[in-house]
C-alpha cells in the first residue's frame, strides 16, 4: 500500500470508531465530535476507560496494536458496566462491534472510577501475560532480537550454535511493513508450519535514524532478498514475502555504496585497494586433502581436522581421489602440512575468465565466477549511472524489483515505465556482503546487491553458544561479536553482578519486614 492508501485506510477506521462509539463519549460527558478527530479520540477514549494516556501510542504502534485493540475493546466495554465473560467474549469476537451495539441499543451508564484491578486470577495473570507480550514485542521489533547462527559462512567469527543479540538501533529500527502477524516470530508460526503473517494491508517502507551508518567489514543482519520459501526449511512452496518477513541472513559488508568492487583470487579489492578483515576475521578457502596409506577410520580423519580446527564437515572429489574440505584458514593449512599422515593439501579455486553461471548477474557476458569477479560499481543513493545493455543485468533487479519500475528492452533501446532512457538513478542505497567461508556462502555473488531497506541490525554480542553436539561452548557465553583481540566472556561477571542484585533485593525485603 502506499502512503496516500493508507491515509485513506487510517481515515476509515476514524470513521468507523466514531459511529460507533459518539453516544458512548456523550454518556462520559464528552462532545460527539470528540470521537471523530484522529489521535485525539484515542487521547480522550484513554481518559474514558480509564487508562494512562501514553497508550495511545501502543495503539499506533504496528503488530503491537493487534494486541491493544482487543484490550481496548474489553476495556470500553467494561467501562461501561459490561464486565461479564460473555461481555468479554462478545467484544473480542465482534472485532470491536459489540461497541456498537453498545452505542445504539443499550441504556448504558459509564463507570467513572471503575476499578481497574482483575476479579480473579485468571484476569491478572492474563492481563500480566497481555502486557509481558506488549513490552517484549516493542523491545524485538524496535530495540534488541535474537539471533542464530544457521550457516558457517562466517566460521570462526561467528559459529554455527551461536545465540546473538541483533541491535537494531545501530542502523535504525524498520516499521515493520506486516501490520498483521504474530508477536515476535518471523516467517512460520512455530510446529504449524504456516505463514505467521498476512500479506496485507502492508505498509510502505520506513525506518527510525539510526545512530551509525554501515561500515566497511561490519558484519550485518538483512533479509534475504531473493527469499520467496516458505521458511528457511521448507523450500516447496512458493510465496510473495513482504521485506521484513524474508529470511533472516547474516554476512559481512565488505563493499559499501558508490564503492567499486572486484574479486581477484578469491580475495576482495575495494576500489582498486585489497580489502583487509579484522583481527578477529579469518577467510577461508576449499582445499582437496590426500593422506599418506590407509587410515584406520573416518573418526582418525576428523580427529586430524579438528587439530587443525578445520571444522566445516568433508565431501570427496572421486575425480583427484581427495577429500574435500569445504572450508580451511591458510594458518591452518600451513600447519597441517607438516602432519605425517597428510600428503597433500591443494587449494581449490576457479580460474579468470571461466564463467560460472550460478554467480551474479547470471548473464553469459559477465565471465565472473566466486573467485574472480567485477570490477563492478555498487550503487549509492542519489546517484546516477549511464545504463547500456550491456550493464543492465548488474541492475535490472535494483530497477524492477527494489525500486518498482517497469523496465523492458528493445534491441539497444532501455525503456523505464514506458520512457526511452540512457540514465538511472538510484533511490536507495545498497551494500555487498559476503561470508569469510569463501567458498561455502551463498552471499552476494549469487544474489547481487543488499538494499538498505532489507537491513535488520547489527550483531553485537553472543549470549550463549554450544556445538553440533549440543554442548555449551563456555568461552563464548556473553561474548562481543566485534572488537579487536581475543574475545572475552564476560559470564563469570554477570553471574556475580547477578548473584549481588538478588542478594541486594532479599536483604531489602527482610529490613522492610522488620
Known amino acids: 500500500m502506499t502512503i496516500s492508501q493508507w491515509f485513506i485506510f487510517f481515515l476509515i477506521v476514524q470513521v468507523i470508531h466514531g459511529f460507533g462509539t459518539w453516544k458512548l463519549y456523550v454518556k462520559a460527558d464528552r462532545k460527539a465530535w470528540e470521537?471523530?478527530?484522529?489521535?485525539?479520540?484515542?487521547?480522550?477514549?484513554?481518559k474514558i476507560i480509564n487508562r494512562p494516556w501514553w497508550w495511545t501510542f501502543l495503539i499506533f504502534v504496528p503488530v503491537?496494536?493487534?494486541?491493544?485493540?482487543?484490550?481496548?475493546?474489553?476495556?470500553?466495554?467494561?467501562?461501561?458496566?459490561?464486565?461479564?465473560?460473555?461481555?468479554?467474549l462478545?467484544?473480542?469476537?465482534?472485532?470491536?462491534?459489540?461497541?456498537?451495539?453498545?452505542?445504539?441499543?443499550?441504556?448504558?451508564?459509564?463507570?467513572?472510577?471503575?476499578?481497574?484491578?482483575?476479579?480473579?486470577?485468571?484476569?491478572?495473570?492474563?492481563?500480566?501475560?497481555?502486557?509481558?507480550?506488549?513490552?517484549?514485542t516493542i523491545v524485538h521489533t524496535y530495540f534488541i532480537q535474537p539471533f542464530t547462527i544457521p550457516t558457517s559462512s562466517l566460521e570462526k567469527t561467528l559459529l554455527v550454535g551461536d545465540f546473538l543479540f541483533v541491535s537494531k538501533m545501530h542502523y535504525g529500527p524498520r516499521i515493520p511493513m506486516t501490520t498483521v502477524a504474530a508477536p515476535m516470530v518471523h516467517d512460520t508460526i512455530p510446529f504449524a508450519k504456516i505463514k505467521s503473517y498476512l500479506s496485507y494491508p502492508e505498509l510502505p517502507y520506513m525506518r527510525i535514524p539510526g545512530f551509525q551508518k554501515i561500515k566497511q567489514n561490519d558484519i550485518v543482519v538483512f533479509n534475504w532478498p531473493v527469499d520467496t520459501m516458505l521458511d528457511?526449511?521448507?523450500?516447496?512452496?512458493?510465496?510473495?514475502?513482504?521485506?521484513?518477513?524474508?529470511?533472516?541472513?547474516?554476512?559481512?559488508?565488505?563493499?559499501?555504496?558508490?564503492?567499486?568492487?572486484?574479486?581477484?583470487?578469491?580475495?576482495?579489492?575495494?576500489?582498486?585497494?585489497?580489502?583487509?578483515?579484522?583481527?578477529?576475521?579469518?577467510?577461508?578457502?576449499?582445499?582437496?586433502?590426500?593422506?599418506?596409506?590407509?587410515?584406520?577410520?573416518?573418526?582418525?580423519?576428523?580427529?586430524?581436522?579438528?587439530?587443525?580446527?578445520?571444522?566445516?564437515g568433508l565431501g570427496y572429489d572421486e575425480k583427484n581421489e581427495a577429500y574435500i574440505i569445504p572450508?580451511?584458514?591458510?594458518?591452518?593449512?600451513?600447519?597441517?602440512?607438516?602432519?605425517?599422515?597428510?600428503?597433500?593439501?591443494?587449494?581449490?579455486?576457479?580460474?579468470?575468465?571461466?564463467?560460472?553461471?550460478?554467480?551474479?548477474?547470471?548473464?553469459?557476458?559477465?565471465?565472473?565466477?566466486?573467485?574472480?569477479?567485477?570490477?563492478?560499481?555498487?550503487?549509492e543513493e542519489g546517484k546516477t549511472i549511464n545504463l547500456t545493455v550491456e550493464n543492465l543485468p548488474l541492475y535490472k533487479r535494483i530497477i524492477s524489483t527494489y525500486e518498482g519500475h517497469e523496465l523492458s528492452v528493445n534491441g539497444n533501446q532501455i525503456s523505464i515505465?514506458?520512457?526511452?532512457?540512457?540514465?538511472?538513478?538510484?533511490?536507495?542505497?545498497?551494500?555487498?556482503?559476503?561470508?569469510?567461508?569463501?567458498?561455502?556462502?551463498?552471499?552476494?555473488?549469487?544474489?547481487?546487491?543488499?538494499?538498505?531497506?532489507?537491513?535488520?541490525?547489527?550483531?553485537?554480542?553472543?549470549?550463549?553458544?554450544?556445538?553440533?553436539?549440543?554442548?555449551?561452548?563456555?568461552?563464548?557465553?556473553?561474548t562481543t561479536v566485534g572488537g579487536s583481540g581475543k574475545p572475552v566472556s564476560y559470564l563469570i561477571p554477570f553471574l556475580i553482578v547477578l548473584a549481588g542484585w538478588f542478594g541486594y533485593s532479599s536483604w531489602r525485603k527482610k529490613k522492610k519486614a522488620k
Request: a positive charge; charged letters at 20%.
Open 232 to 312: 528457511m526449511r521448507h523450500t516447496d512452496k512458493f510465496y510473495y514475502k513482504p521485506i521484513d518477513k524474508k529470511t533472516n541472513y547474516v554476512k559481512r559488508c565488505v563493499g559499501l555504496p558508490g564503492d567499486s568492487l572486484s574479486i581477484k583470487d578469491g580475495y576482495v579489492y575495494i576500489n582498486g585497494k585489497k580489502n583487509e578483515l579484522p583481527d578477529r576475521s579469518k577467510i577461508q578457502f576449499s582445499y582437496n586433502i590426500k593422506f599418506k596409506g590407509q587410515l584406520s577410520s573416518m573418526n582418525q580423519v576428523y580427529d586430524i581436522l579438528d587439530r587443525y580446527d578445520m571444522t566445516d
Open 35 to 46: 470521537a471523530f478527530i484522529p489521535v485525539y479520540n484515542a487521547v480522550v477514549l484513554m
Open 64 to 88: 503491537v496494536n493487534l494486541i491493544m485493540f482487543p484490550v481496548i475493546w474489553v476495556e470500553t466495554a467494561r467501562s461501561f458496566g459490561k464486565n461479564t465473560a460473555t461481555d468479554t
Open 327 to 379: 572450508a580451511a584458514t591458510e594458518e591452518a593449512v600451513s600447519k597441517a602440512k607438516n602432519h605425517p599422515n597428510i600428503e597433500s593439501i591443494t587449494i581449490i579455486k576457479d580460474s579468470l575468465g571461466r564463467r560460472d553461471a550460478g554467480i551474479f548477474p547470471m548473464d553469459a557476458g559477465y565471465n565472473w565466477n566466486n573467485d574472480y569477479f567485477g570490477p563492478m560499481y555498487i550503487p
Open 417 to 478: 515505465d514506458g520512457k526511452v532512457t540512457n540514465s538511472y538513478t538510484f533511490k536507495q542505497n545498497y551494500y555487498w556482503m559476503m561470508g569469510d567461508n569463501r567458498h561455502n556462502s551463498q552471499d552476494s555473488r549469487v544474489w547481487g546487491f543488499v538494499p538498505f531497506d532489507h537491513v535488520v541490525g547489527k550483531p553485537v554480542f553472543i549470549w550463549m553458544s554450544w556445538d553440533a553436539n549440543k554442548k555449551p561452548r563456555w568461552d563464548r557465553f556473553f
Open 90 to 136: 462478545l467484544a473480542v469476537v465482534t472485532l470491536g462491534f459489540y461497541n456498537y451495539y453498545l452505542n445504539y441499543f443499550v441504556d448504558v451508564a459509564h463507570v467513572k472510577d471503575r476499578s481497574l484491578h482483575p476479579k480473579s486470577a485468571l484476569g491478572d495473570w492474563v492481563s500480566s501475560i497481555l502486557f509481558a507480550i506488549v513490552a517484549a
